[in-house]
């Protein structure tokens, strides 16, 4: 009741309020009270004559713009502190004014019921609407209700009039009762009003200070998008004065040589529509152009209006997120892209594999996903280092690049390993002449730190759907086709074939059973012997590795070797032979010595050296009888361990033989560096020379000559036919292996062979 009705004490803020509304009605007040005196004149002036009734009426008139200059001087009550004098005399000038009224009615009473009616229905009328006018002040409004109220009904009971006394109680009361319900409504709007503003101009010192404070800047337009009240830091990003950029077009600011030309970014053009259709937004990223650069900001914007309701514009909150951007934009590129060749990587790829068959299928296309892989590379990254093989990959690259036409992708999985998407397979032959350009240009020499390079490629292919309809299924088909290339020697290409996968199935089974062939003692050796070049006596024996599986039968090493090597089962496998062959060559004359093959993954392996130590120890063979067949890879790998690993077997005495040389890239590099006893010449120079070939007569000529000087020997490999053997004789070689002197045998069958030709040579 202190708050909303006329008793006890009202906050000060509440009482100017009111006394402020009070002013900003005060001449309607003025009009409505002498308005309401002119009816009464009617009906007083018979009773009073027309000079009392004109008295009266100015009297009326007189304290109505008293009372008006009184209220008007209110107008500032919000700003403040009303005194309690003020509002005493206002209230004592409205009983006053209430009092003026009651004079005449408590005088004459009959004027009021005698037919008078019209006259005095417009003089109440007006009345009330005085008193409501006046309900802005509860108390005013009431204290003149309560006097004129009284008054009328009292002279209505004096004037026997029992009708309209009541009616009189109940429009006074009715009176009364809409002033207070009207003062009460007016209260709480202003108070709303007022805790409204507060809050907004506390927001405003918040945004303010929240402004002062951080990176982000508040921003504003009006209804027609120009930007208002632009703050500094606003203009800091606008690269601009506050004033000149205030009442410009928020669009024009931020759309740089765009807004001219027309051609805005995707981003500013989202936020027109938005601003054009008056929604609001969170977070939206925003291309903008300032000062002639790109930059990213991030704004989120609410509509505003005004107090009728109407549409005033857009106020928010942006921020400059250039370098957030650029950041996630720098890690994306780097979950997507190769960083040394710049090419989509394993990710992006995969995915443009699955948007490839996604669009196959859904319009009965094609598309193909070809693997490649480099030949020879290993031996580049591992012999000049690993900064030779990344300039090496980044050539490649940009030979792959060249290629590419308008749907194809091409892109690195790792290592050397690279591959082509293509989107768009409708020619058959489109897949292989892509795999045969690929395997041309990429075997073209490199010039890397002048060095002349020479690596070569490999290729499988899968078509989808043809092949495959998931991304998983046609990679792994692509892959077991580049499987099949490499096993053929590389420099090919295989499309893949559904029998591949027996294929591979096959090698897995091959895997598991070679896991246990040492366990179910399923490895044995055959011996091939190695006689002299003149006198056909046999020096040495080649032990070689044979696999009787008890699931699949005879197994050929060129089958179950590479299985080895590419699982390192080479390691145990080579040391069993190591064992075996020293132990069996301990049984041999003296004179006898047994050559075992070791491979590159036995000679970087770092127990090696103990290994051989270890099979001499126990089998009692001395260790100038064992003779170790090493092929160029071990240097390709890791050159440096691998020869010293070789000087530490020499200091024990054995002997070191360079298989297949000529084949590969036969550094003469390699017999500056290691002391090898023997070198061996690959069968293909042997039969070149049977049929006189030029080159493969130099080459034998060459690589004797060379032997002779640093005091090595020379075994010819493969001779099967008495031609070859007449030839190789007259190239000088020392030694002679091939089937024309024995093919690989048992143990038993080595030792009666030495038996006989022992029993011969005492014969």
């Not at 009431?142 to 009904?153: D, E, S, W």
């Amino acid at each position: 009741m202190s708050v909303f009705g006329f008793g006890g004490a009202q906050p000060p803020k509440l009482v100017g309020l009111q006394y402020a509304a009070l002013a900003r009605s005060a001449t309607l007040r003025f009009g409505v009270f002498v308005g309401a005196a002119i009816p009464a004149i009617t009906f007083w002036e018979d009773s009073a004559g027309i000079w009392l009734a004109g008295g009266w009426f100015g009297l009326v008139f007189m304290l109505a713009a008293a009372l008006l200059r009184l209220e008007r001087g209110f107008i500032d009550a919000e700003r403040r502190t009303l005194s309690k004098e003020e509002q005493r005399t206002h209230i004592a000038t409205v009983g006053l004014a209430g009092m003026l009224w009651a004079g005449p009615m408590l005088a004459f009473p009959d004027a009021m019921a005698s037919g008078n009616a019209p006259q005095y229905a417009v003089m109440a009328l007006l009345i009330g609407v005085f008193v409501l006018a006046l309900s802005v002040v509860p108390r005013a409004a009431l204290t003149f209700v309560g006097i004129f109220g009284v008054a009328g009904t009292t002279a209505m009971a004096l004037a026997g009039d029992i009708s309209g006394t009541i009616a009189e109680l109940a429009y006074s009361l009715v009176v009364a009762a809409g002033a207070m319900s009207l003062s009460r409504l007016y209260l709480r709007l202003r108070l709303t009003e007022a805790n409204l503003a507060e809050k907004q101009e506390t927001v405003s010192l918040l945004l303010h200070e929240f402004e002062e404070n951080s990176a982000d800047w508040l921003w504003q337009v009006d209804a027609s998008r120009r930007v208002r009240g632009v703050s500094p830091r606003f203009a800091h990003a606008l690269m601009m004065e506050p004033r000149e950029a205030d009442g410009q077009p928020l669009l024009r600011l931020i759309a740089g040589e765009g807004w001219e030309s027309g051609a805005l970014p995707s981003s500013l053009r989202d936020l027109a529509e938005r601003l054009k259709r008056r929604e609001s937004f969170s977070n939206m990223m925003v291309r903008v152009s300032m000062g002639g650069r790109t930059r990213w900001w991030e704004l989120s914007g609410t509509p505003k209006h005004d107090e009728h309701g109407q549409f005033s514009g857009f106020r928010g909150v942006g921020s400059d997120v250039t370098e957030q951007r650029e950041s996630a934009e720098k890690i994306a590129q780097l979950a997507r892209y190769d960083q040394l060749t710049g090419l989509p990587n394993r990710m992006m790829l995969t995915e443009a594999l699955g948007t490839a068959l996604q669009r196959a299928e859904q319009w009965r296309t094609r598309c193909a996903f070809l693997m490649i892989d480099l030949d020879r590379f290993k031996a580049v990254n591992d012999t000049l280092g690993h900064q030779i093989g990344d300039k090496l990959l980044a050539q490649v690259s940009r030979r792959l690049r060249v290629l590419m036409g308008q749907h194809d992708t091409c892109g690195r999985l790792g290592g050397d390993e690279f591959a082509v998407v293509m989107a768009d397979v409708n020619d058959r032959e489109a897949v292989d002449r892509m795999a045969h350009a690929i395997i041309d240009v990429l075997s073209k020499p490199y010039d890397v730190d002048h060095h002349t390079l020479y690596v070569g490629a490999s290729v499988g292919s899968a078509v989808g759907p043809r092949d495959a309809r998931t991304v998983e299924t046609l990679m792994r088909n692509a892959d077991l086709a580049l499987y099949r290339s490499k096993d053929e020697g590389g420099g090919s290409h295989f499309a893949y074939e559904p029998q591949m996968h027996a294929h591979a199935e096959e090698r897995r089974k091959l895997e598991f059973a070679l896991r246990h062939a040492l366990e179910r003692d399923e490895l044995e050796l055959a011996y091939q012997p190695v006689v002299d070049a003149e006198t056909e006596e046999v020096l040495s024996f080649e032990a070689l590795m044979r696999w009787n599986s008890a699931e699949f039968g005879r197994v050929s090493p060129a089958k179950f070797i590479p299985i080895a090597e590419d699982t390192r089962l080479i390691v145990p496998i080579g040391e069993w032979a190591l064992r075996r062959a020293c132990d069996e060559a301990a049984r041999w004359p003296s004179n006898i010595r047994v050559a075992v093959n070791v491979s590159a993954e036995q000679m970087l392996d770092a127990n090696f050296a103990s290994t051989v130590v270890s099979a001499l120890a126990s089998s009692g063979l001395a260790p100038e009888r064992l003779e170790l067949e090493v092929t160029e890879s071990i240097f390709l790998r890791d050159g440096g361990a691998a020869q010293n690993t070789l000087n530490q077997i020499q200091t024990l005495g054995c002997g070191i033989a360079l298989d297949d040389f000529g084949t590969g890239y036969s550094s003469l590099g390699y017999l500056r560096n290691n002391r090898f006893t023997t070198i061996k010449i690959d069968r293909s120079f042997v039969t070149g020379a049977a049929k006189d070939s030029p080159e493969s007569l130099a080459i034998i000529r060459a690589v004797v000559a060379m032997c002779d000087a640093l005091g090595m020997e020379t075994t010819a490999e493969g001779v099967e036919s008495e031609r070859e053997l007449e030839r190789i004789r007259q190239l000088g070689c020392t030694k002679i292996q091939g089937f024309l002197f024995g093919r690989p045998m048992g143990a038993l069958e080595a030792s009666a062979l030495l038996e006989s030709r022992t029993e011969r040579r005492i014969a």
